[in-house]
């Protein structure tokens, strides 16, 4: 592929531009080229998934139908990586999200299998949607998949009663390909312009229902075009995305490259997790002597809301007069935006103060802090 250089920019001989610099926050979509994977860290999802996967990037299976996909983080970088992959970034990109068909199914009524990014509504607001002055926007992406043919995007507000069904095709199989997409600013609806969820954009892999005709605003629950491509009907099927922007536009300008350490604040904004060796310390906690003890743990950037709090495989131990005791139970007692108090219970401390630690029992231990949309 011919490339040619100016400035801070690289442009492809297909047209599509990637930028070095960063203007800001135009790039709405958050961990467009799938840098961060909190959850993962580059490890295949199991096929059961219906949940986040790389950070911000959620996948839907329908119908209580699981099983049939697998997603994951993969890099073209680092050769000696455990999710390298030759090829599975375009030039400009170190990662892509993968998803993998896990059989050859067949769809039924009910059915809808798809990649989501939902959108906060602070980082929406200036589209003004849903007024007579909302404007345009353009979403652009590159994507790779061992089928061709025509596949679906559909951009929805949070409560799906207002869809934008639209088609794209891949040409050829297994081959990076740039698309853009200009969809018209949507003058009615319902759009949310504060911290719950603003925007939804879903990329189908295959729907037997929920349905619409591509090309215009529906006010009907649409998750895919009608008459696109099910990736998950093929067994061992490929699709490939990375570099995706949803800018306000009415067309597609140079992806917005923003720092490693940047999107991985944008991405704490809506889970936080922290893990470590085993052995390794993650907090301090003090008590009276009541069997419990507690700690505060602040968050590194404010979250979106209060989080819900998850953990496996962590141990807390107490201190008191050369003694130790296990604490084997433990609970968020109040959280917000900010910090989360923590309590843990347990036996082998009865009296006096307590100073203790919390540990990672083993290598796959973690506490995680969760505001999702």
């Not at 490890?43 to 219906?50: M, Q």
């Not at 954009?201 to 295959?206: E, Q, V």
């Not at 008191?320 to 910090?339: E, K, L, N, P, R």
Request: aromatic content about 14%; proline content about 2%.
């Amino acid at each position: 592929m011919s490339v040619s250089y100016g400035g801070d920019s690289i442009t492809f001989a297909d047209g599509s531009i990637v930028s070095s610099g960063s203007a800001g926050f135009k790039n709405k979509i958050i961990n467009g080229a799938m840098m961060i994977d909190q959850r993962y860290a580059g490890a295949a999802t199991a096929n059961t998934i219906n949940d986040y996967t790389l950070d911000r990037w959620n996948v839907q299976q329908g119908n209580s139908h699981y099983g049939k996909l697998v997603a994951q983080q993969v890099q073209s970088a680092n050769s000696s990586a455990s999710n390298y992959e030759s090829g599975s970034a375009p030039a400009g990109f170190v990662n892509s999200l993968k998803i993998t068909s896990q059989s050859a199914y067949t769809l039924v009524s009910g059915d809808y299998y798809c990649i989501q990014q939902k959108i906060e509504g602070y980082n929406v607001a200036d589209l003004n949607w849903g007024t007579a002055n909302a404007v345009n926007i353009t979403l652009s992406f590159w994507t790779k998949s061992s089928l061709t043919g025509s596949f679906s995007v559909v951009v929805s507000n949070n409560s799906e009663n207002y869809c934008y069904p639209i088609t794209y095709t891949i040409n050829s199989a297994n081959t990076w390909e740039y698309k853009t997409i200009t969809i018209p600013a949507p003058t009615s609806g319902t759009w949310f312009k504060d911290n719950g969820l603003g925007v939804r954009i879903y990329f189908g892999l295959g729907a037997a229902s929920y349905t619409s005709a591509p090309g215009s605003w529906t006010a009907t629950q649409t998750l895919q075009a009608t008459g696109t491509t099910s990736v998950v009907s093929t067994s061992g099927a490929t699709f490939y995305l990375t570099g995706v922007q949803f800018e306000k536009s009415s067309t597609a300008s140079s992806f917005e490259f923003r720092s490693y350490n940047k999107e991985f604040f944008l991405c704490q904004r809506y889970y936080f997790r922290i893990s470590g060796a085993a052995g390794t310390g993650i907090a301090t906690v003090g008590g009276n002597g009541t069997a419990s003890a507690g700690t505060t743990l602040w968050f590194p950037v404010a979250m979106r809301s209060a989080p819900t709090w998850s953990s496996s495989g962590l141990a807390l131990y107490g201190y008191t007069a050369g003694s130790i005791g296990s604490f084997d139970s433990f609970y968020t007692y109040v959280t917000s935006s900010y910090s989360a108090r923590l309590i843990w219970n347990g036996s082998g401390i009865t009296s006096g103060s307590v100073v203790g630690d919390v540990n990672c029992s083993n290598g796959n231990a973690y506490a995680a802090f969760s505001a999702e949309l």
